[in-house]
């Protein structure tokens, strides 16, 4: 496996704490038992105690393991293993055998793996009770209907109201909504709700943001109401944004591509009661994006992000839909060698076009992917070689990309978000550097 930069490393620390930390640990002092191989890196690093930490790291993930206490994920000492594997002065060089602890933990690794395809596998052969089955459809459809028309109802009166009404209404006014529709098993759409309530209570654009998501719940009350009359895509779509989910064993046995899959970039969000991780793919030879999503509730903590910019050959299948659709990997996905750039950057009005398309497709897309090409950077803006502008995201690290790009133009991905653009990955150097 080509051994990866360091910027590429830094993009799977959780904070900038930890990534420091790993900086002061990347030398040979603390280190003993380093190797590597073509899918696996390890060594033990010296901590305050007699014993010293275990660290082993699967770079196909990547996936890490260490001994140490640490809560994050990936840990200081597993980042400094890979800033001395990346480093390539010999302090991990390459091994014909694994160490001990390192190969019991990817086989650890694999048989999990083994026993959860296994499970998957008995559960498509153990045959459900149909009748079973269409009293528990019946009873959910029926639930989700009273919630919707209860919804349709409520929208109804804020419209009367007007949204000047709406604004000076308490948070807990859409949080009593939002729990009703949570009851109404239609936690997608009550999610859109608590968020719109926030932003309308302090964002200047406010009215707008409500007018577009009035609309929104309202088309969805009315494609509910006329479900019968979608196609399995419409009816996809319709679900995901409802937050009705389709088995994951149904979609793996369905739509599925096998393709060369760039990472064009991920982004993480925390509403404090669920984690979201969200992974863009493009295929090298459908040009389709996709994008896989995980998600950590409580303490469990999100998988590591897969590598900006490296490519991975593997089957995904796909949920229904239209637009741009979410995916999930059949199996393992096996890196290979990457070409250091993000396909398909377009101006910002080829951006706001594809976006239009998408959202004219699927009209609950909350995040559009979109690539831009050089492109130059401002401290509130990005500008494309035409003059063209579009505004970026109130959370996009602007100083960091100030910092990457130095105001030289640049190609960069990332997510259109209501009208605003979210960078998440560039290209510096030749290489994509997630940001």
Known sequence: MTRWTPAQVAGLAPDDASL???????????????????????GKCQGSGKTPYQVSVDLAGPAFRCSCPSRKFPCKHG???????????????????????AEEWAAERAARGAAADARAEARADKAPDPDAQARRLDERLALMSAGMDDFARWLGDLVRGGTATARRQPQAWWETTAARLVDAQLPGIADDVRTVGSEVAWRADWSERLLLALGRWWTATRAWAGRDALDAAELGDLRSYLGWSTPTDTVRAGDALRDRWTVLGAHRTDDGRLQQQRTWLRGAESGETVVV??????????????????????????????????????????????EGSLPGGVDVEGAHEWAAQVWAANPWT???PVGLA???VGVEQVVDPGG????????????ALLARTGGHPTDVFGELDHGRFRPLTIVQRGEVVAL
């Open 293 to 338: 999503l995980d998600f950590a509730a409580g303490m469990q903590a999100l998988p590591v992000a897969r590598l900006a910019g490296s490519v991975l050959e593997a089957t995904v299948a796909r949920y229904p839909g239209r637009g741009v659709r979410r995916a999930l990997f059949v199996d393992e996905p096996a890196p290979v060698p990457a």
């Open 366 to 368: 909350r995040r559009v």
């Open 388 to 399: 063209s502008a579009i505004r970026l995201t109130p959370d996009a690290d602007v100083w």
């Open 20 to 42: 420091a930390a790993a900086r002061r640990l990347a030398r040979p002092g603390p280190w003993s038992d380093t190797g590597s191989t073509e899918t696996l890196v390890w």
């Open 374 to 376: 050089a492109v130059r």
């Open 79 to 101: 980042l400094a293993l890979l800033l001395l594997w990346v480093d390539g002065s010999g302090s991990v060089a390459d091994a014909e055998e694994v160490a001990g602890f």
